[in-house]
Each structure stands twice: as C-alpha cells, then as structure tokens.
C-alpha cells in the first residue's frame, strides 16, 4: 500500500512497514550449524535458517544444489531448520540457505554466507600443545600449537575448536606439518577446553579426528594451562612410552650386573681352601 495515512519516519517507510524494503532484494539469511559444524561420524546435525524477515519458506542448498526446501517453524515465521542424520564423509561441504518472502511477488532473498560442515575420523588425529605451562598474565598472548600426523594429498587447513562454540574459533591454512593458532589479550571468557582438526581444502574435506583437549582456565588476573589430565597428548604419551622402556631396560641390566658380582663372590668363597665350616 502506500503511506497516505501514516507518519513518515524514513523515505520509503511508514509505520508498520518497517521490515518491507521499497526497493532491491530483502537482506540474506543466516545458516549455523547445532550442536555444531565439526561433528564425528554417524552423529547427526540440525541446520537452523533464520531470516530477517517473516518467509514463506526456506530453500537448503549443498555447494549451490538444492538439498531441500521447508516451512517456517516458528511463531515469527523467520526460521527454519533442516536435519542430517548419521553424518559421513561425504556430507562434508560448503551450504547455504535462501528465503522467499511474504513480501510482493515472492521475493527471494540472496544465498546466505556459506557455512563449512565438517565430518571428523578420516585422518590421523594431530596433537595440542602450548607455548606456555603454568600461569600467565590475563591480556597477553597464548599461542596454540597443532600438529598434524602423517601426510595428505593437497592442500590442508587447520581449524581450532572449542567445546561449547558451535563454530571453529579460528581456520587457516598452512603448508606444513604444524600451525600456530593465536589467542590475543586472554580473558576469562577464553577459558575453556580447546582441540584442534586439519582437513582437506577441497572436496570431500575429509577431515581428522580432534586432537585430545587442552584446557585453558582464566581466573581473574592469572590464566593457566593444563592438558587434560584423562588422555594426554599422543607426542607425550609416546614421550612416556620411550622413557618407561629406557628406564626399564637400565633397571634390567643393573639387575644382571649385581647378580653377575653375587655369583662369582659366591662361586670364589665356595673354592676358598681357608672358607671356616
């Protein structure tokens, strides 16, 4: 309709049409991922779709290939969710979602930010160490070290996650073996426990297992770092592994010696002519 009868208080605006644009597309939607867009395999997914404006329904795409379409499912008509269940390797991948207003002539919104799904346990799990140990000042610099184990074809990126986000905390990309991940002026909401995936650039994004956790705790001015005292990680596990057999076979042979030295004392007082009866 038009404005005849209303107070103006933007061009192109009048009361109770606030969320109606005159001209141009409505704005995109958003898509995330819950519980979150880096999951194992065999778990499931719910894709939530949310509009800034009341829709007649909603469109999920994989890679710009129609997957789906769905209603909207709540009260304000904005949002719509689509599901995955048993997630495998070839759900990995970029997807989007787009809206088709109430408004005239049913127009569709542009596609919304691509959200990277990724389906951990196709590549060996890397490790999570930190520069620092101990306590450091809160608002300084905590650098995350992830370290991939054995090689892959291609291009690879390094994500870091942690529990609770349902999104990575940082993706790059890297040509080596290992990535540092950077944590600037540290705050208590930066407690937590962190882990980190590598997968592959491009398509199927065959991704790793995470890496075991490592937890970072902020308590007013002192942050701490500890590696999860249930499973540490691989390098320092195989680190105990090799010192416990060095140590066991020095045990060993110290063993040998100090029999050798009874046995010949034994065996020397036995031939002993003045030995007392």
């Avoid at 209303?6 to 109770?16: E, S």
């Avoid at 195989?238 to 020095?250: A, K, S």
Wanted: net charge positive.
């Amino acid at each position: 309709g038009t404005c005849d009868s209303c107070v103006i208080f933007f061009p192109g605006l009048c009361v109770g049409q606030s969320d109606i644009p005159v001209n141009g597309p409505p704005p995109k939607p958003s898509l995330s991922a819950w519980p979150s867009s880096v999951l194992p395999t065999q778990s499931s997914v719910t894709m939530r779709c949310r509009s800034p404006a009341p829709s007649e329904y909603f469109i999920f795409k994989k890679e710009g290939f129609v997957l789906d379409s769905a209603k909207p499912n709540d009260l304000t008509e904005k949002m719509a969710e689509f599901h995955i269940a048993e997630l495998q390797q070839n759900h990995g991948g970029h997807y989007t979602c787009e809206s088709f207003s109430k408004w005239p002539n049913g127009t569709g919104t542009q596609p919304s930010d691509a959200l990277l799904l990724l389906v951990t346990g196709y590549l060996s799990k890397p490790s999570l160490q930190a520069y620092h140990r101990g306590t450091v000042p809160a608002g300084s610099q905590v650098i995350l070290q992830c370290q991939k184990a054995g090689s892959v074809l291609g291009p690879v990126r390094f994500a870091l996650l942690k529990e609770g986000r349902s999104a990575p905390v940082q993706i790059r990309s890297a040509t080596g073996r290992v990535l540092d991940f950077s944590l600037l002026n540290v705050t208590a909401r930066d407690s937590g426990r962190y882990s980190c995936v590598y997968y592959q650039a491009k398509a199927p994004y065959r991704a790793s297992i995470p890496s075991n956790p490592l937890e970072v705790s902020v308590t007013g001015k002192v942050l701490m770092i500890i590696f999860s005292l249930s499973e540490p990680p691989d390098t320092m596990r195989e680190g105990y592994t090799v010192g416990n057999l060095i140590r066991f076979g020095v045990a060993a042979v110290t063993v040998l010696i100090m029999g050798g030295f009874l046995l010949e004392a034994w065996h020397s007082q036995r031939l002993s002519p003045n030995r007392p009866w």
